[in-house]
């Protein structure tokens, strides 16, 4: 069965940019009809989402972070990645990336790995 | 504030039945597919819904997923002390900024 994995920094300061990477196992990122996603949830909030990718390379971001982020997908490592520019103390979340169906259901889903934005 | 509008919190005992609603618009719920997650403290969200009322292979019947107009329900029967957790719905947004929405969520206590 597919799993997915999220990697990188723990911290990362203001003003910088925040990468992120997805290993997908148990299956080809490329075959089927996915959505790659990305979604944040703060402490004790509720969840948002970021964008995502289509196995053809096509992206869609959420209109209020879509200034700064960018999706993307690398078919050889079975691996795709958020970056979130100019990131603030806001910022600061736990990260899922999580596989989509075209009707827009999430599963399955990463652990989860927070991000803390401070200098 | 989410686009999508849920209480906050819902209780019930052990055995009961307890029902969610997640309230949008034309532009989301009432044109598009509903799913629900269930989220146990510290964990990654868990597909229980999609496409409105279908449950992936290993979730109970005892939850249940419908939809009417632009708004959608989950239901819990025979609740166990296991169920208590955050419930999130989401859907596609067809605006004009078309995007992935979510509920603010909804705490389920089981007294």
């Known amino acids: 069965q597919v799993q997915l994995q999220e990697s990188g920094p723990g911290l990362v300061k203001p003003s910088q940019t925040l990468s992120l990477t997805c290993t997908v196992s148990g299956g080809s990122i490329s075959s089927g009809s996915y959505y790659w996603s990305w979604i944040r949830q703060p402490a004790g909030k509720g969840l948002e989402w970021i964008g995502r990718i289509y196995t053809s390379g096509s992206t869609n971001y959420n209109p209020s972070l879509k200034s700064r982020v960018t999706i993307s997908v690398d078919t050889s490592k079975n691996q795709f990645s958020l970056k979130l520019s100019s990131v603030t103390a806001a910022d600061t979340a736990v990260y899922y990336c999580a596989r989509a ?9 990463g652990q989860g790995t927070l991000v803390t934005v401070s200098s | 504030q989410s686009v999508l509008t849920q209480p906050p919190s819902v209780s019930a005992a052990p055995g009961q039945k307890v029902t969610i609603s997640c309230s949008g618009s034309s532009s989301n719920i009432g044109n598009n597919y509903v799913s629900w997650y269930q989220q146990l403290p510290g964990t990654a969200p868990k597909l229980l819904i999609y496409d409105n009322n279908k449950r992936p292979s290993g979730i109970p019947d005892r939850f249940s997923g419908s939809k009417s107009g632009t708004s959608a329900t989950l239901g819990i029967t025979g609740l166990q002390t296991g169920d208590e957790a955050d419930y ?4 596609w947004d067809s605006s004009l900024s078309a995007h992935v929405v979510f509920g603010g969520g909804t705490k389920l206590t089981v007294l």
Not at chain 1, 101 to 109: A, E, I, L, V
């Open chain 1, 101 to 109: 169906r075209p009707t827009c259901w999430f599963d399955p889903w």
């Open chain 2, 88 to 91: 999130y719905c989401g859907t």
